[in-house]
């Protein structure tokens, strides 16, 4: 897995999905105790759709923050989600 570049931890409001580069990334989202609850990947152009996807059609009650993670490929970054879901073992991510 190699991580390039990532977010700090971002309020889950529709601004900050806004904000989030059109890359090959991971994200995740977690409570207000930041505990991760969501693991997903996305190819190149993207993680902006898939964060906005879940906004508007799911509506988690306990999501308060989002972060993402860009990778250097769509390999690493299902790779980086598997990992994660494993060690974080998210609520809304079967295990």
Same mark, same amino acid.
């Given at each position: %897995?190699?991580?390039?570049?990532?977010?700090?931890?971002?309020? &889950?409001?529709? /601004?900050?999905?806004?904000?989030?580069? =059109?890359?090959?990334?991971?994200?995740?989202? $977690?409570? %207000?105790?930041? @505990?991760? $609850?969501?693991? !997903?990947?996305? /190819?190149?152009? @993207?993680? @902006? !759709? @898939?964060?906005? =996807?879940?906004?508007?059609?799911? /509506?988690?009650?306990?999501? &308060? &923050?989002? #972060?993402?993670?860009?990778?250097?490929? *769509?390999?690493?970054? #299902?790779?980086?989600? #598997? *990992?994660?879901? *494993?060690?974080?073992?998210?609520?809304?991510? *079967?295990?």
């Amino acid at each position: %897995m190699t991580i390039v570049k990532k977010s700090d931890y971002l309020w &889950y409001t529709v /601004g900050n999905v806004d904000k989030v580069p =059109e890359v090959t990334g991971v994200y995740a989202f $977690l409570t %207000m105790s930041k @505990r991760w $609850l969501y693991v !997903g990947s996305a /190819g190149a152009g @993207r993680p @902006r !759709g @898939r964060i906005g =996807e879940h906004w508007r059609a799911i /509506g988690w009650p306990d999501v &308060y &923050y989002f #972060r993402w993670f860009q990778t250097d490929s *769509e390999d690493s970054a #299902r790779a980086t989600q #598997r *990992e994660w879901i *494993e060690k974080y073992k998210p609520k809304y991510n *079967e295990h």
